[in-house]
């Protein structure tokens, strides 16, 4: 069993940035694709970005590419994600997510899941 641990969120204006990090219990750690989604109230959740195990892979979401940035230290365990230029529409709750089954952007395409950590960015 893995455990997923985000932390980072906060209250931030429009273009500032913010980094999130995902702690992840378990040796398996370094063999997993990681992503990040987030979830606005009353919305769905939605894929933001994953990376292979190696790093060697990236992908984004249109409405994030070329300001966020997903990093991996498989050392620590840790998965992060750089958000830079922050807008409004940015805010939510956002997940980390382990262990790819499937599609690398579905939120049912992974096995695993944090508990969220929350971004506000206001205008």
């Known amino acids: 069993q893995v455990q997923l641990v985000e932390s980072g969120g906060g209250l931030v204006q429009a273009g500032d940035s913010l980094r999130l990090s995902c702690a992840a219990s378990?040796?398996?750690?370094?063999?997993?694709?990681m992503g990040w989604f987030r979830q606005a109230p009353g919305k769905e959740r939605e894929f933001v970005a994953a990376?292979?195990?190696?790093?060697?892979?990236?992908h984004y979401a249109d409405s994030v590419k070329g300001r966020f940035t997903i990093a991996r230290d498989n050392a620590k365990n840790t998965v992060y994600l750089q958000m830079d230029g922050l807008k409004p529409e940015d805010t939510a709750v956002y997940y980390c997510?382990?262990?790819?089954?499937?599609?690398?952007?579905?939120?049912?395409?992974?096995?695993?899941w944090g508990q969220g950590t929350q971004v506000t960015v206001s205008s």
């Open positions: 378990g040796r398996t750690f370094s063999t997993y694709t």
């Open positions: 990376m292979t195990w190696s790093g060697g892979y990236t």
């Open positions: 997510a382990g262990r790819r089954l499937t599609d690398i952007d579905s939120p049912g395409g992974y096995a695993y």
